[in-house]
Each structure stands twice: as structure tokens, then as C-alpha cells.
């Protein structure tokens, strides 16, 4: 998908594409803006404690980091909105500050995703894919696990790209 032309990574991506790329960015942005809740797996997902035996310090540290790190992630969350068309299919061309915004930005979705599907390190994807589509093929576990996938794919495509620009 990515690919390395000149300075910048690009891609083209049709109109499907661009619609589920802008509900994932656009969703990351509403879980980060809409009253976060650190009781959500989520939330704590994307937040870990820092330290996890003593709740006192990681609110402390908490405290002075999170928006600094939650504005962060919504900024590279709106990367993404920003480089993709508006309307339709197009191509997107990063250089590499946008490149490594996207990168954070596909791995916190990844993360909020594979939290809300509950997948672990030994989970089998394909497995898992394979098992959700004997269950239900109209399901949205199907669709969620297809675009988790997808954004893998474009993940380790953006990673691919990256390394030769300059």
C-alpha cells in the first residue's frame, strides 16, 4: 500500500478506505475529548499506570503528563483526518513527521481495537477471523477483526516505507 516516492511515503486509497480510516481517527478523537474514563480497558490501554503498585505516584505522574500525552494522540489522530481526501478516493503523501504521526496514530487504534476485541500477543488473527466469520459473516466482530487487519496491513506498509526517507 505505502510506498516510498522521493521524500514521502504514499499511498492511494479508494473510497472505502478513506471512510474507515476517518471513523477510526475520528473515534480515537472522541475517546480521547469525550470525558476520558480511566475505568474504561481502553482508556487504560492507552494509558497505562506507571506505576501499578502504587496508585498514589501514577496519579500524581498522571497528572502532570496526561494532557501533554492526550493531546498528543488526538493530534496524530487528526493527522490522519487532515492527510486524508475529504470526499472520495486519493492519494496520501507523508513526509516523515506525518509518517511517524500515522504510525502512532494506527497503533493506538490497533491498541483500542484489539482491547474492545480482546486480543492478546498469542491471539491468531486469522484464526480468529476465520472462527468469527463461521459464527455470524454479517457480524460487526467481523468487521472490526477485518479492520484490524487492515490496519496491521497498513501499519507494517507505513513501516516498510519509512526507513528509506530522508
Known amino acids: 500500500m505505502f510506498r516510498r516516492s522521493g ?13 474507515v480510516l476517518r471513523k ?17 480497558p481502553v482508556v487504560s490501554r492507552l494509558f497505562p499506570d ?28 487528526g493527522a490522519i483526518l487532515a492527510a486524508l481526501p475529504d470526499e ?4 496520501v503523501r507523508l513526509d516523515g513527521e506525518a509518517a511517524e504521526a500515522w504510525l502512532r496514530a494506527i497503533n493506538d487504534a490497533r491498541l483500542a481495537m484489539g482491547t474492545r476485541l480482546d486480543i492478546q500477543a ?3 488473527l486469522a484464526d480468529e477471523l476465520d472462527e468469527a466469520v463461521l459464527e455470524d459473516p454479517g457480524s460487526s466482530r467481523v468487521f472490526q477483526l477485518s479492520v484490524y487487519a487492515y490496519l496491521g496491513y497498513l501499519q507494517e506498509s507505513l513501516l516498510n516505507a519509512l526507513p528509506e526517507i530522508k
Open 7 to 19: 521524500g514521502h511515503c504514499v499511498a492511494t486509497f479508494a473510497y472505502d478506505e478513506v471512510r
Open 24 to 40: 477510526v481517527a475520528a473515534e480515537v478523537v472522541g475517546l480521547l475529548t469525550d470525558g476520558m474514563d480511566h475505568t474504561d
Open 50 to 77: 506507571t506505576y501499578p503498585d502504587c496508585p498514589e505516584d501514577s496519579a500524581e505522574f498522571r497528572l502532570y503528563t496526561e494532557g501533554d500525552l492526550m493531546t498528543s494522540k488526538i493530534d496524530q489522530a
Open 88 to 91: 472520495g478516493e486519493g492519494e
Open 122 to 124: 498469542d491471539t491468531d
